[in-house]
Structures are given as structure tokens and as C-alpha cells.
């Protein structure tokens, strides 16, 4: 269980979060939605231990501020908003580095069964600086994913904290991802996803927590969270929930889409 309680960070003078409590239990998928600026990457970065915040936030009942990183690393994996590297590495060699001993169960975590998972399979041998945004991306998730392989270990969930994992990804590979992690969750792990798609988060989200200002606006099922009222009090523009547009113009709903 993932429990945060009054959770507040400030940088500097400012003030970023303001008393978050959020809650994602294994085997289910917790999205964070919510403007740009609202907090939703600070309180992923407090919650995975990279930024110091008051309040108090477990882990399967362990203190998340008082953990050592690599503790933290056998209970989780992250995948950050972006990520750039300075040499020159091979995609099995990122990839490779989720499995390192004592973050991984090693031998299990299978290099190319995680390519193949994100749709990478044959890009095992090319260099990481060559592919494109997306691919790039998709090599990180792969990564976390072996740092993470097994959902449960010795009876405890395991996370994924995902940033924006979707962000440079076209329509087929948004829902393979989301899919990968709807599967992780299923399979006794759990899931907390920064989703900026309104739809995705309809989709696939067990529970939505929608932020405005570093606090929670709203939070529940999609079918709660969701609504004209919410969402215009929180983007500040007009949005309609499940109506056809008036005018008759076109819109792509990927509700029926499988890849």
C-alpha cells in the first residue's frame, strides 16, 4: 500500500503541494491529473524520495523519508518525465541497468522480454542517443519494468511510479504502455500514473486524483472525478464530459481501440 498523509513541499519561497493525502492500493492503477503546475510531478518526486516534504508517506508500511535509496529501489520503479544521458549506451545496456543485484530479482528480469513488452524488440543493439522521443521513452519504461519484474515479492506489492509515461507517444504505443501498466496492476502490483490525456485516465484509471494549486481538487473513480464541474473549475475553460459537439465536428474517442 502506497499511503501519503498531509503531504507539503516547498522550493524555495514557494510553496508547491498544500497538505496532499493521496492513497493507491496494489492492484490498482491511481492516475494524478491536473494543469500544468498544479504539483503533480513534485508530489511524484516526494513520494519516490527525491525531494524532501513534510508530512508522512509509506511504503508498505515503511517510511518512505527514512529509507535508503537502494531500499527504495527494490520496492519501486520510476519512470521520470525525461531522462538524458551524457555517453553513449547501447538500448540493452539501459535496460540492463533495472536489473542490477540488489534492486531486481536477478535472473528473472529478462532484457527482451521487456523490449518486447513496449514494442521494442529488435532494438536491443542500437544506440540509446540515436532513437527517436518516443523510443527513448519506451527503452525507460523497459528499464523500470525489470527493475520491478515481479509485481509481488514475498507477499508485498510493488510499484510503479510513472511521469507522464505516454507524453511523446503516438495513439498505438499510449495504449500498449497504458496497457503494460494496467498489467502490472492486475498482477498484484501497483500503479501511480501522471496522465495529462483525459480520456487515457477515463479508460484505464481505477482512481483519479485531480489536483489544482498543490492541492486535491477531487479525488475517486473516473466516473466521480470526471465532470463538466471539476474540470472546469480546475482547467479554467470549458469541457464537456460524454457529449457529442454541437457544431457536428469531428473527435476520435479510443475507447473500442485495442493493439
Not at 538524458?84 to 536489473?99: A, C, D, K
Not at 500503479?191 to 480520456?199: E, F, R, T, Y
Request: net charge negative; hydrophobic share 45%; charged share 20%.
Amino acid at each position: 500500500m502506497l499511503n501519503a498523509q498531509n503531504i507539503e513541499v516547498s522550493l524555495g519561497k514557494t510553496r508547491i503541494l498544500r497538505g496532499i493525502d493521496l492513497a493507491a492500493p496494489p492492484g490498482k492503477l491511481v492516475t494524478v491529473i491536473g494543469p500544468n503546475g498544479s504539483g503533480k510531478t513534485t508530489l511524484m518526486r516526494a513520494l519516490s524520495g527525491d525531494v524532501a516534504y513534510s508530512g508522512r508517506a509509506e511504503l508498505n508500511g515503511i517510511d518512505i523519508a527514512r529509507t535508503r535509496p537502494w531500499e527504495l529501489a527494490a520496492m519501486r520503479g520510476v519512470l521520470p518525465q525525461s531522462s538524458s544521458l551524457s555517453f553513449p549506451f547501447t538500448v540493452r545496456e539501459i535496460v540492463q541497468l533495472g536489473t542490477r543485484e540488489g534492486v531486481a530479482d536477478t535472473g528473472r528480469a529478462n532484457v527482451m522480454e521487456a523490449l518486447e513488452r513496449v514494442d521494442l524488440s529488435g532494438f536491443e543493439g542500437r544506440m540509446y542517443q540515436e532513437l527517436s522521443g518516443g523510443e527513448q521513452q519506451r527503452v525507460q519504461l523497459a528499464r523500470v519494468l525489470c527493475q520491478v519484474w515481479e509485481p509481488v515479492l514475498d507477499g508485498k506489492a510493488r510499484y510503479l511510479f510513472l511521469d507522464e509515461p505516454v507524453s511523446s507517444l503516438d495513439i498505438r504505443h499510449q495504449l500498449q504502455i497504458m496497457n503494460v501498466a494496467r498489467d502490472f496492476a492486475l498482477r498484484g502490483g501497483g500503479v501511480l500514473a501522471i496522465l495529462h490525456d483525459l480520456n487515457l485516465t477515463a479508460m484505464y484509471a481505477d482512481r483519479v486524483v485531480l489536483l489544482k494549486d498543490g492541492r486535491v481538487h477531487a479525488e475517486g473513480a473516473p466516473g466521480a472525478v470526471l465532470t463538466d464541474d471539476n474540470l472546469r473549475a480546475v482547467y479554467e475553460c470549458d469541457l464537456s464530459v460524454s457529449r457529442v459537439p454541437a457544431d457536428g465536428s469531428v473527435f476520435v474517442l479510443p475507447h473500442g481501440a485495442a493493439v
